[in-house]
């Protein structure tokens, strides 16, 4: 899901934290307080289970507020991995507890909406907890079996704003050949003074969601609106080839789409959902661990792909930010692969009309500009038994 900042944050903190396990949950399980110091604006659950597909968990956050106060439990999800019903989407048993459409669930201090708890200005969130309940089963069924695998918060807060005149130019597009070479905040300028050469950009498997435009149009729009659930489907295939249990006869692009679609959201893009059906273990545990963060730089994102780990972002960018695209957006996921000798950015972008044009390169500053909209926002996946590359910030953002 995007979110449009009205200024473009500079130095940002972004913080994950998190708990994980094997844990089995037996009726409910609350995590312990995970603490944000520099008091977040933004916090981003996910999780990782094991569990039969019609399992359904309820999930709620928690957050202490900066001036001592909580905000009680909010109801943020509930999630099983069954696939939508297509003849009446609205039936979806998986959904979030408020949309975009309505209002947000809001409580002292704090909003939530959708995939994302928002601190109510001036206020801050100083900590947060989480809470997986395990939804009763209809009478005379046994209880499913669930573990816990993986839980984390990824707490955000900007930094200080850029000069008004520069960010004025930027969203009205106005310096596009200038955005090029100077559309980085200081920090990620920093980082590029010391940037070391990238490695080649990795072999993800091109998908293009407009293959499906006119795939269960009535599951968030179809194709022409997945582009969560392609961009997930590029970095399962990069690392083992298909989705987790995906039929054979059936295109996995749909096939996950179905499966990450949220009723109330009406759409396919929820970031918790999407990494929670991704990150849905084998009974062994193993599989892919897969999470949302938010990263402090493009630097960050060539620690992870030098690391052999690519990673899907959300960008936000109009026509004339990004004439390269061929379109523009409010909100849109695509992967990072790798990066150029002179640090463009190489993506594979789903909003291609085929396959073959899927493949690009970005220039580095506008799309970081498009990038920061979301503050920065990716989803992480990788097999278990490949660790992360160190998180060279002094706040870990995996």
Not at 96 to 123: H, M, N
Not at 184 to 198: L, V
Not at 233 to 262: N, S
């Amino acid at each position: 899901m995007m979110r449009i900042m009205p200024e473009l944050p500079h130095a940002p903190h972004s913080l994950l934290r998190r708990m994980t396990g094997p844990l089995a949950i037996e009726g409910q399980w609350i995590s312990p307080w995970a603490a944000f110091d520099f008091g977040a604006t933004e916090i981003v659950p996910s999780w990782n289970l094991s569990a039969p597909p019609e399992a359904t968990v309820v999930v709620s956050l928690e957050a202490r507020l900066d001036d001592g106060t909580t905000t009680g439990w909010l109801p943020t999800a509930r999630w099983n991995d069954l696939p939508a019903d297509i003849t009446t989407p609205s039936a979806t048993t998986r959904s979030s507890e408020s949309s975009v459409a309505s209002a947000p669930t809001t409580s002292q201090g704090a909003s939530l909406q959708v995939d994302t708890l928002t601190a109510v200005a001036p206020r801050r969130l100083t900590a947060a907890r989480l809470k997986i309940e395990i939804d009763a089963p209809p009478a005379g069924e046994t209880p499913a079996q669930v573990v816990l695998h993986l839980a984390t918060l990824s707490g955000f807060a900007p930094g200080k704003c850029q000069h008004r005149e520069e960010i004025q130019n930027h969203e009205q597009g106005q310096n596009h050949a200038q955005a090029q070479n100077h559309g980085q905040s200081a920090n990620e300028q920093g980082a590029d003074a010391s940037r070391k050469p990238p490695t080649a950009p990795l072999a993800v498997p091109v998908r293009s969601q407009m293959l499906h435009a006119d795939t269960h149009r009535a599951v968030g729009g179809g194709g022409e609106s997945w582009c969560s659930p392609t961009s997930m489907v590029m970095l399962q295939e990069f690392w083992r080839g298909r989705p987790l249990d995906a039929e054979t006869e059936e295109h996995p692009v749909p096939w996950t789409a179905l499966r990450t679609y949220d009723a109330a959201y009406s759409r396919a893009g929820n970031w918790s959902f999407n990494v929670a059906h991704v990150g849905r273990r084998e009974a062994d545990g193993q599989g892919l661990e897969a999470l949302v963060t938010r990263l402090h730089s493009l630097a960050e994102a060539q620690t992870l792909t030098d690391g052999g780990i690519p990673l899907a972002a959300s960008v936000s960018f109009t026509s004339d930010e990004l004439p390269e695209a061929g379109y523009e957006t409010d909100g849109h996921l695509l992967v990072i692969a790798g990066f150029t000798a002179s640090g463009d950015v190489v993506v594979n972008d789903p909003a291609a009309p085929d396959d073959s044009g899927v493949r690009r390169t970005y220039p580095r500053g506008v799309f970081d500009l498009a990038w920061r909209r979301s503050n920065r926002t990716v989803y992480l996946v990788h097999p278990t038994d490949v660790p992360l590359p160190p998180s060279p910030a002094h706040e870990p953002a995996w």
